[in-house]
T-cell receptor, first 116, second 114 residues
Framework: GQQVMQIPQYQHVQEGEDFTTYCNSS?????IQWYKQRPGGHPVFLIQ?????EVKKQKRLTFQFGEAKKNSSLHITATQTTDVGTYFC????????????????FGQGTILTVHP | ETGVTQTPRHLVMGMTNKKSLKCEQH?????MYWYKQSAKKPLELMFV???????ENNSVPSRFSPECPNSSHLFLHLHTLQPEDSALYLC?????????????FGPGTRLTVT
């Protein structure tokens, strides 16, 4: 079945440093979503990428979708303590978007800690 | 955020107990989901309901029994659970159709099986 892998599993940074997490799928994806889960909280949707090579920015966050639509990355510039949490990528359960409406396969997440 | 609510927030139950988790979404969505989140594991999709019909059951043991009486409510009935079932159970909803299908998660029920 489809697998979505994320690296690294953990990342500790000093406040002000940059952070990147990478997501790789075993199959081509029709789209990819990113979620953030704060400690003790629940996943919250950040963004969806659809097009090959797409780049989207949200303030200090930059999201990229690979040309082959099998990988994605999230880059945070100049991290702040409010960025602490687990970042998940998720792809459609059947990869290229067939009949598994709504089903998402999540990566295992990257846990980000930021030292002030 | 009150779009998706879950009760109870915390639950401790013995292995012989029967309990139910409740989820309600106030977003007018047509799809609802149950996920299990254990320490150091990715989010595991358990069940999917689309227009009240169960469309996915990811080989979940029969001691977990979902119920979706309408598009706004979702239950997870629990009986004779095992200690390894202790986890955070998250409910989510989404609007399926053209466009972005982001999922909105509830706060979760932290379940401890003793």
């Amino acid at each position: 079945g489809q697998q979505v892998m994320q690296i690294p599993q953990y990342q500790h940074v000093q406040e002000g440093e940059d952070f990147t997490t990478y997501c790789n799928s075993s199959t081509t994806l029709s789209n990819i979503q990113w979620y953030k889960q704060r400690p003790g909280g629940h996943p919250v949707f950040l963004i969806q990428l659809v097009k090959s090579g797409e780049v989207k920015k949200q303030k200090r966050l930059t999201f990229q979708f690979g040309e082959a639509k099998k990988n994605s990355s999230l880059h945070i510039t100049a991290t702040q303590t409010t960025d602490v949490g687990t970042y998940f990528c998720a792809g459609p359960g059947d990869g290229a978007g067939g009949t598994s409406y709504g089903k998402l396969t999540f990566g295992q997440g990257t846990i980000l800690t930021v030292h002030p | 955020e009150t779009g998706v609510t879950q009760t109870p927030r915390h639950l401790v139950m013995g292995m012989t107990n029967k309990k139910s988790l409740k989820c309600e979404q106030h977003l007018g969505h047509n799809a609802m989901y149950w996920y299990k989140q254990s320490a150091k594991k990715p989010l595991e999709l358990m069940f999917v309901y689309n227009f009240k019909e169960q469309t996915e059951n990811n080989s979940v043991p029969s001691r977990f029994s979902p119920e979706c009486p309408n598009s706004s409510h979702l239950f997870l009935h629990l009986h004779t659970l095992q200690p390894e079932d202790s986890a955070l159970y998250l409910c989510a909803s989404s609007q399926e159709g053209p466009g972005i299908h982001e999922q909105y998660f509830g706060p979760g029920t932290r379940l401890t099986v003793t």
